[in-house]
Structure formats: structure tokens, C-alpha cells
């Protein structure tokens, strides 16, 4: 997971602390939160997931952390063959909103 750029910010007075969480299967992963990041974080973190199909969709959320209850922001789903074929994939993916 690299970076975001979020054109819907859920929040109204403050800056937005997002986090996503990356599944595949029953694997899941977590996005360290990136406290007031606003709506372009830049994660750059990785994580090793088994592939069992290249079939199977990577599915990627994106949330904003709150005090009280985390609010989701947007989702999308990937097609694992899409980013692991020809030494991988520099595409941009839409997160569609939840809203």
C-alpha cells in the first residue's frame, strides 16, 4: 500500500486520519493510521500475501479513525492478475464512496 490520494473528505472540522484494510481471501492487513494525514496520505508500507488464484480480488477500505466509532470512507475491489502480472502495476484505483 503505497498512497491515497481521497477527493471526499468525511470530516467537516478537522483533518482526516486514515487507515485502510487490505483483504485477500481470509487474509486480512492493516494500514498503520496516519493521524491528521487530511485526504493524500502516503502509507508505503507492504505486506506478504499468499496468492491462491489469481482470480481472487484484493480488496482494499479505506477508513477515517475517530474517538468514537472509525468511519468508512470508500472501498474497492482488485483483480489479483491485474497487479501481479508484468512485474506488477503503477495503476491508480478508484475508492468509491460510502457515503
Same mark, same amino acid.
Given at each position: @500500500? !503505497?498512497?491515497?490520494?481521497?477527493?471526499?473528505?468525511?470530516?467537516? /472540522? #478537522? /483533518? @482526516?486520519?486514515?487507515?485502510?484494510? !487490505?483483504?485477500?481471501?481470509?487474509?486480512?492487513?492493516?494500514?498503520? #493510521? /496516519?493521524? =491528521?494525514?487530511?485526504? @493524500?496520505?502516503?502509507?508505503?508500507?507492504?505486506?506478504?500475501?499468499?496468492?491462491?488464484? @489469481?482470480?481472487?480480488?484484493?480488496? +482494499?477500505?479505506?477508513?477515517?479513525?475517530?474517538?468514537?466509532?472509525? =468511519?468508512? #470512507?470508500?472501498?474497492?475491489? +482488485?483483480? /489479483?492478475?491485474?497487479?501481479?502480472?508484468?512485474?506488477?502495476?503503477?495503476?491508480?484505483?478508484? +475508492?468509491?464512496?460510502?457515503?
Amino acid at each position: @500500500m !503505497i498512497e491515497a490520494r481521497i477527493s471526499h473528505n468525511i470530516e467537516k /472540522l #478537522v /483533518l @482526516m486520519s486514515p487507515y485502510c484494510i !487490505i483483504k485477500v481471501r481470509e487474509q486480512e492487513y492493516k494500514t498503520s #493510521v /496516519l493521524k =491528521n494525514d487530511g485526504n @493524500m496520505p502516503d502509507w508505503r508500507e507492504t505486506f506478504d500475501i499468499s496468492i491462491y488464484s @489469481m482470480d481472487d480480488d484484493l480488496t +482494499i477500505r479505506v477508513f477515517d479513525e475517530d474517538e468514537f466509532q472509525d =468511519n468508512e #470512507v470508500g472501498d474497492t475491489n +482488485i483483480k /489479483l492478475s491485474s497487479i501481479c502480472a508484468n512485474g506488477g502495476s503503477n495503476e491508480w484505483y478508484k +475508492i468509491f464512496y460510502k457515503g
